[in-house]
T-cell receptor
Framework: GQQLNQSPQSMFIQEGEDVSMNCTSS?????WLWYKQDPGEGPVLLIA?????ELTSNGRLTAQFGITRKDSFLNISASIPSDVGIYFC?????????????FGKGTKLSVKP | DSGVTQTPKHLITATGQRVTLRCSPR?????VYWYQQSLDQGLQFLIQ???????AKGNILERFSAQQFPDLHSELNLSSLELGDSALYFC??????????????FGEGSRLTVL
C-alpha cells in the first residue's frame, strides 16, 4: 500500500533555530497536509496544500507541495518552546475519500530553551 | 478544544474482553472517522461514517466494528481483545462541505491498555 516516508524521525534543537522536515512518497498525492500533535492531545491541522508547487504559510510555519506531487516539506522559523510536539505529514490521492488519507510516522520535535 | 468529544479517556481491560469507545463529532459535522495510533504503526485509518452510513473502510480488524447513530455520535466496538490492541484510538470529524479535503478535527483520544 501507499506509504509516506517522513524525516527526520526526531529533532532536538535550540530555541530560536529554524526547523525543516519533509515527507516523500513513491505515489502521487493530490493533497498534502501537515498536522501537529501535542502530548496527550489529538492531531491538529496546521497547513493544507492542494496544488503542486504551492507554498503556504501559517505564522512561522511554511509548507510546500512538491512539483512532482510526491513530496512536501514543512519549515518552522525561529522555534519556540511551544513548538514541541510530533509533526505528521498526510497525503491524499486524487478522488480519495478521507479514508484514503495516509499519515507519515511523524517527526518528534524537542526545543531547548 | 477541537469540539470532538471522546470517552473514556483511559481504559484498562484484560485480553478476551470487549470495550466500546464513544465519540461525539463537532456540532454540525456529519462525518466521523476512527483512527488507531500505536508507537510502531503511527496513525492508521480504521473506518469512516457519513450521516449514519459507512463511507470508507481501512485496516479495521473483523473483531472491531463501528456505527454512527441518528444523533451523529459514533461508537467503536473492540472485541476479543488482544495485547496488540493496546493503542490510542482517535475519533475525528469533518465539515460536510470539506469532506475529501483531508481537513480533520481530532478528539483527544481514548487510550486502551489490554493486560
Amino acid at each position: 500500500g501507499q506509504q509516506l516516508n517522513q524525516s527526520p524521525q526526531s529533532m532536538f534543537i535550540q530555541e530560536g533555530e529554524d526547523v525543516s522536515m519533509n515527507c516523500t512518497s513513491s505515489s502521487i498525492f493530490n493533497t498534502w497536509l501537515w498536522y501537529k500533535q501535542d502530548p496527550g492531545e489529538g492531531p491538529v491541522l496546521l497547513i493544507a496544500l492542494y496544488k503542486a508547487g504551492e507554498l503556504t504559510s501559517n505564522g512561522r510555519l511554511t509548507a510546500q507541495f512538491g512539483i512532482t506531487r510526491k513530496d512536501s516539506f514543512l519549515n518552522i522559523s525561529a522555534s519556540i518552546p511551544s513548538d514541541v510536539g510530533i509533526y505528521f505529514c498526510a497525503g491524499m490521492s486524487y478522488g480519495g475519500s478521507q479514508g484514503n488519507l495516509i499519515f507519515g510516522k511523524g517527526t518528534k520535535l524537542s526545543v531547548k530553551p | 478544544d477541537s469540539g470532538v468529544t471522546q470517552t473514556p479517556k483511559h481504559l484498562i481491560t484484560a485480553t478476551g474482553q470487549r470495550v466500546t469507545l464513544r465519540c461525539s463529532p463537532r456540532s454540525g459535522d456529519l462525518s466521523v472517522y476512527w483512527y488507531q495510533q500505536s508507537l510502531d504503526q503511527g496513525l492508521q485509518f480504521l473506518i469512516q461514517y457519513y450521516n449514519g452510513e459507512e463511507r470508507a473502510k481501512g485496516n479495521i480488524l473483523e473483531r472491531f466494528s463501528a456505527q454512527q447513530f441518528p444523533d451523529l455520535h459514533s461508537e467503536l466496538n473492540l472485541s476479543s481483545l488482544e495485547l496488540g490492541d493496546s493503542a490510542l484510538y482517535f475519533c475525528a470529524s469533518s465539515v460536510a462541505y470539506r469532506v475529501g479535503t483531508g481537513e480533520l478535527f481530532f478528539g483527544e483520544g481514548s487510550r486502551l491498555t489490554v493486560l
